[in-house]
């Protein structure tokens, strides 16, 4: 690792500063080290707080507010003074424990501005990080002698955009991403709002008609694209954006507690990073890596432990309607210490029992999958969401036909893991409560990684997904499962804002609309063309992809119902697209049997990368994606397309030079359409080296991906 | 034990059933074994279920409303139709493992009705228990088919007043007991009401002007005592109650969680129990045991480590004002991981120190205490109340000048055991996440029981002191707490309700006005005449007697500040007339040191009883109680007054017939007065037996102590 930190002062390189001391007003203004980004900071004649951005000279963030609002202190939103502005660089290149690529560099200019309040003696200080590629800003409190709590209503961080962007949006919700994206201008997200509202979701708190959920990608007239979220939410409520259409301002929105509250404060302290990226091509919002970069080192000192997987599991069955995760349909509702499930009539739909498992193990063993998930193993499940109920499961109790100790030693013996479950239905007390025993119960019996889940409405009851009581939880679970040395998987937590660099075993999270929905109401084809520019700007996403069933065929389902709207191929390239360092192969071992030939790209694609390029890259339409693999030679690239049917071309310029590789391609059939012929597809193997060009037709929402091997290691 | 259980659904002893199934009226009686009291079921013309008792012929309660109203189905209010009752007797005698009696009787013949909603077939029943001292009910939900999970708005209960009788009561308010308690007519009780709300304490939330807390007492104009409370309040949220003027009806008040629930229930389940203590006298009330009967015998299997105790302690210190619990006065706020102790400056006054631990030490054993808590010892005590913050103790770490070590090996050479402390703030997050670290820290260090505190707005921000979530909290802690073989001592948590039969490893609860208040607002000569009859029908309060200094001298105390509003003597008294099997002597080593004659009182009381026996009794008036020590000869009596002073005058004939016993009494001296002459007090020694008369003057909420010791065991 190469650290180098100028912590000049008077640091002018790329720095300028206009400070004038009348109090009345300071001009600072920092540029990215490229110079291409410049960020000028302001207090208006009142004391407002207030900045702009500029990208190659035009703004990009007209001149916007900051501050905060209070309920028990001043508001610090005008009547400061300026006291001071520090300015200096950073420039170092860390090695994440997983990622997209094996080094990342951490460069930027910061500036550093304290001010103060004088008629309450109050000290605010804004910090800036200006980087080539975006711009971040957190508010700092210093400890001082006239201000410790600070009981927020409202956080006042103003983005203000120059045009009538492009947006690629869902609304903004205190409980849940779990939403289709709407590509629209922004003029017109108000009048689309109702139509993308997912109130069926089992918990969902959409908050207005303009207000949307970050990461929030935009493309302007002129071609530039945007992106704002945040990094770092640690201990604060989560971040939404609401949209004043008349000046085209967005605004923070905050997450609100049980009381009302949105946050709770107490200095010395910081508050997460507010994010803007800006690029001249989508690649550029792909390739970025600020909101890593705005996260602290990592604080786990031993991380030998975190290591990314693909794995198999007893889901799909359950989420496509053949098997129930519950064991019984004898009783309304169930309590644990009460309902005795030795005594009720098996269901004989409950998918995790013995055999099950075990026909899921050879497979995965046979394929070369060392992990597998099983959900619906504990008890619970008859009675586990809508209800608002607290003691849902108990996370160490086996139903009475899932014999554990004999999965275990079964799995044990073909070299496959289990993946331990944990959905604790938005319980947060209940599952704080049973969390030491439910780690230690994993750690005793083999487990490494655990899928945790937060569906339904949390509880303690009236706060909310993305709150920072709630928040506050979801890193109490990373931080104490990295003391049993266990990875997370978090679905339906709050969206991820880079803590992954700071907690490496945080391997996965939900946070949008999964491949669940497929078999629920269904997913756009440009769905998984929108998720790389926002959902997966904070961090990987656990989409689990891989149906070859598109169909979605079982005796339970009904006619009419969703399925895929993907072609098959498409469902392959996703392995690259959607970067994760744990990915599922998510349907079942008989539904690949039928396409071994194709399953052969998933149990040959890698899950962590040494280096990753964005060939083609346009939100909802279409990308391309060429990683190699961590610790290897070996190329995959993934290709998709929304609606519409395109050609990929690219060069393979990125191969060494000199090389011969044996490139297998697996594209869509020459007849392949997701609606009409998704089935339809085509694997050939190509001898490449780096003059190679590639040119491959995508069907309409198809896909491609490949598969680039030295022939030297074609041995 | 002897446990008699007559489960004859046909019992007509006692119990008469006038049955009609008609579908539409259906009347019960049931009375008690002695015949005196009788309740009455009946279902009204439209459903609705509804109670009343008579004593000896006479309504006590007149014709009552039962039932609760929901949020998520419909109200069980009315619209029932009669399904069955089964009636049942029993007869039991249990030992409790403290208490004020070393055998207690259970004794009752009971009523369970069920009733059915045809509209929805959900099942309503009503189990009525009816013993010679009262009258408990409580509602049950049976596992059915059409009903599970049940959202509280309100429950219905209604205690339908016969007179405008005198009421001994304190303001209804969701987080706080510590109020005087106010002594006037049923009807004058909203003119009374704005006089008595304690809007200084750190946390309340008073509820109407016509709301009172339980358990409250009554007396009729026919000189009858009621008192109405509950027991076995689990998982479920305290009740107050609401009185109409009009009708002189009181209903119940449950306290609502942050989204404003009052209860939330899930088939199969049992509210806690509604009672009525019906008595002729006013000593009836304090000998009654329907409040521990009504609660499920003990679940420790082993409680040989469960043990009452007299101790002394570094607390007055910090409620007079001399010392501090804080360590600094460098720091506005303070921050656990942050605030680095070991550089600031030490205010001085910090009391929980090294020093200062052992001279406790050295005068506790001395004078053979056993037990010393020490409040102040941990980091977090400059900034922990008031600004509803989440972590604010850690629980395991000391300040810098307690050496935990050294004073552990000091307690040990010198036969003192260490009581812990856990100031939570209200936080419950914070302390069930670190309540494993810190009941094993306590464990490791010898420590066997904890105070802990509940001071301030709860945590989770907006959650109630008295509603179902802090109560499942509380009682979490107590049977974790049992895990680890450690005594609880719970302030400012709810009310007890007789749970101390069921977890007798909760030896104490604050839950009222406590001695801190005299060296706060003072404390009203009638208090602790009021406390016995109304907070301890729940269970023991740890009120913390013994100031002796009762001017509360010390340098830091203002002029006209509150000083204690008894004389010394009454301090005596108060170890027998306020019971509970942990005592404080809870004034510092140096004030005892001035009246070792008196203290001599305290050392020798005991705190487990074999026998209680209340001779004189009149709610905030008078009160004399004889009781005989668990395991020994010995006879302590106590008796106190209120603002007038009187003579006590009973005959001793309780003693064994035939024994000399050497009295010790100590009363008020001759011109003792609680405002001008608190500290003259008088000690004599006479030989009594069982054909003795005892007739003593009390000054001025004065008291007297006797110890009785048979002349045969003071060798």
Redesign the interface.
């Known amino acids: 690792m190469k650290t180098v930190r100028l912590s000049l002062r008077t640091l002018l390189i790329g720095v300028i500063g206009f400070l004038t001391y009348t109090n009345l007003f300071a001009s600072n203004v920092v540029v990215s080290p490229n110079g291409n980004l410049a960020l000028e900071f302001n207090l208006s004649s009142d004391g407002m707080p207030i900045y702009n951005l500029s990208f190659k000279g035009s703004e990009v963030v007209k001149t916007s507010k900051l501050g905060l609002r209070f309920t028990n202190v001043d508001d610090m939103t005008s009547g400061f003074t300026f006291v001071k502005a520090d300015t200096s660089s950073f420039d170092e290149t860390w090695t994440p424990v997983w990622g997209e690529e094996s080094e990342i560099r951490n460069h930027y200019n910061s500036l550093f501005v304290t001010l103060k309040q004088p008629a309450n003696e109050h000290i605010m200080q804004i910090e800036f990080r200006v980087f080539d590629d975006g711009m971040g800003f957190r508010y700092v409190f210093p400890?001082?002698?006239?201000?410790?709590?600070m009981?927020i209503k409202e956080e006042c961080s103003e983005f203000a955009m120059t045009g009538d962007h492009i947006a690629y949006w869902i609304p903004g919700d205190y409980d849940t991403q779990e939403y289709e994206y709407t590509v629209c201008l922004l003029s017109k997200i108000r009048e689309k709002y109702e139509a993308v509202l997912e109130l069926d979701n089992a918990s969902t708190t959409p908050i207005s008609p303009t207000c949307v959920q970050t990461a929030l990608t935009m493309k302007t007239s002129e071609g530039l694209y945007l992106n704002i979220h945040e990094a770092a939410l640690i201990d604060y409520s989560c971040m939404h954006l609401t949209l004043d259409e008349k000046t085209l301002t967005f605004t923070s929105t905050l997450t609100p507690?049980?009381?009302g509250?949105m946050g709770?404060i107490?200095?010395?302290c910081v508050t997460p990073w507010r994010t803007v990226i800006v690029s001249e091509n989508a690649a550029g919002i792909l390739a970025s890596r600020i909101t890593l970069n705005l996260n602290e080192p990592c604080k786990i000192e031993d991380t030998s432990w975190i290591k990314p997987f693909k794995y198999m599991g007893i889901w799909w069955e359950m989420i496509s309607g053949k098997g129930t995760w519950a064991y019984t349909n004898d009783?309304?509702?169930v309590?644990l210490g009460?309902t005795d499930y030795n005594k009720c009539t098996p269901n004989g739909t409950h998918s995790a029992n013995t055999a099950n498992a075990k026909r899921y193990i050879d497979f995965a063993s046979e394929h070369g999958f060392h992990h597998l998930l099983i959900e619906g193993w504990n008890i619970g499940w008859e009675?586990w969401v809508g209800?608002?109920?607290?003691d849902v499961f108990d996370f160490v109790t086996p139903y009475p036909d899932f014999d554990l100790e004999e999965v275990l030693a079964y799995a044990k013996a073909h070299d496959v893991e289990l993946i331990m479950h944990h959905e604790t239905s938005g319980s947060t007390?209940n599952y704080?409560?049973r969390l030491?025993t439910a780690y230690q119960f994993m750690v005793d019996h083999g487990y490494h990684s655990v899928k945790s889940g937060y569906v339904g409405p949390m509880i303690?009851?009236?706060?909310h997904h993305y709150d920072q009581?709630c928040n506050n939880h979801y890193l109490?679970c990373v931080t104490k499962a990295a003391d049993y040395k266990i990875c997370v998987n978090a679905h339906e937590a709050t969206r991820p804002t880079g803590i992954c660099r700071t907690y490496p075993n945080l391997v996965g999270n939900e946070s949008a609309r999964g491949t669940e929905y497929e078999a629920f109401q269904g997913n756009s084809p440009h769905h998984t063309l929108t998720l790389p520019f926002t959902r997966l700007i904070g961090g990987p996403m656990d989409y689990t992809p891989g149906i070859f069933d598109l169909y979605i065929q079982n005796e339970n389902r009904k006619p009419g119902s969703p399925r895929v709207s993907t072609t098959l191929t498409k469902q392959l390239a996703l392995y690259v697209t959607m970067y994760s360092p744990i990915q599922m192969a998510a349907d079942l071992p008989e539904n690949y049997a039928k396409h071994l030939d194709a399953f052969q790209f998933i149990k040959d694609v890698a899950v962590d990368w040494q280096k990753s390029l964005y060939l083609e890259a346009e939100p909802a339409e279409y990308l391309t994606i060429a990683r190699k693999e961590k610790g290897g030679e070996r190329w995959f690239i993934g290709g998709i397309t929304a609606e519409n049917a395109r050609h990929s071309r690219f060069a393979l310029d990125f191969l060494d030079k000199g090389v011969k590789y044996e490139a297998t391609i697996y594209r869509d059939g020459d007849k392949a359409d997701y609606e009409t012929n998704p089935l339809d597809y085509k694997i050939e193997k190509k001898i490449v080296t780096s003059k190679s060009k590639l040119d491959i037709a995508l069907a309409r929402s198809g896909g491609f991906a490949i598969s680039i091997v030295p022939i030297a290691d074609k041995k």
């Open positions: 400890e001082q002698p006239k201000l410790d709590y009981y507690d049980g009381t509250m709770y107490q200095a010395p009783y309304p509702s309590k009460y009675d209800d608002w109920k607290e007390r704080e409560r030491d303690p009851r009236g706060f009581w109490y």
